[in-house]
């Protein structure tokens, strides 16, 4: 089996759209192209053509370079939600559907994952995970259409997956994010550790995307709803006790929300 790579295309401010291609192989699956420009450059510079496009949820800044890259790839079959203002979905997909991923190697299933937006997905690969604005690397996305039970309960399904998963999200968002996650767990090392390698990265141009769930679930706080530290952080904010994973992830969605982006 030729190994699958997946290379991150930056675009506007701090999206990532991610491209993944089989070695040797000169076709290619794109994730989320809010802006066709980027992807456009990368596979002429390459000789590489478009086979498929996936699609997380319908905000343009993910969606925006569909319609040109359907114009330069007419074959390109595009895959996204239902439900949402994608453009040019030819095969709308749900949870637990599998795609067949060809030119790359096997099959690529299908989550929902709601919250963010109403019908937000994610795909699995292997052991990567494209999600989106679902799940961001120490942190999640605001809720726009969807609510924050859906949310919630789209974040503690994604934190069941193996520890080796890989999270590809959609935004370089991870120093801010991390920067709340020690007003929540100001005593959580393995925050200040994450922070100071992250910085690192950042400093030399790299991306801190992928991160493994593994580490998320040592430091976001969002997929830490169960750990008393978060819980009483929480509780303070919300001047209230709080039941629950839901009530503890409405409280530090809203205290990011208000206090800190």
């Given amino acids: 089996m030729s190994m699958l790579r997946i290379h991150p295309l930056p675009a506007f401010e701090d999206n990532y759209i991610w491209v993944l291609r089989q070695e040797g192989v000169d076709a290619c699956v794109v994730v989320d192209p809010g802006d066709e420009t980027p992807v456009i450059d990368y596979l002429q510079a390459r000789g590489l053509a478009l086979a498929a496009i996936l699609i997380t949820h319908g905000h343009g800044d993910h969606t925006g370079g569909v319609r040109e890259l359907k114009r330069q790839w007419p074959t390109a079959v595009v895959c996204g939600p239902g439900g949402e203002p994608v453009p040019v979905v030819e095969r709308t997909v749900a949870e637990g559907n599998e795609i067949d991923m060809a030119p790359l190697e096997g099959a690529c299933r299908v989550m929902e994952v709601p919250g963010h937006t109403r019908g937000h997905l994610a795909y699995r690969l292997g052991d990567a995970l494209f999600c989106g604005d679902t799940l961001f690397a120490g942190g999640c996305g605001r809720v726009f259409s969807g609510t924050h039970e859906q949310l919630s309960d789209s974040l503690r399904r994604i934190a069941a997956l193996p520890p080796q998963t890989l999270v590809y999200c959609a935004h370089e968002y991870t120093l801010a994010n991390l920067g709340f996650a020690r007003w ?28 493994s769930l593994a580490l998320e679930l040592e430091t976001n706080p969002f997929l830490r ?27 530090l969605r809203e205290w990011k929300d208000r206090d800190y982006d």
């Fill in 184 to 211: 929540v767990e100001p005593d959580n090392p393995a925050i200040r550790v994450r922070q100071k390698a992250e910085e690192e990265k950042r400093q030399q141009g790299l991306p801190t995307v992928p991160s």
């Fill in 225 to 251: 709803t169960g750990e008393a530290a978060v819980i009483a952080a929480a509780e303070k904010w919300a001047g209230r006790s709080l039941q629950g994973h839901r009530e503890v992830f409405r409280a």
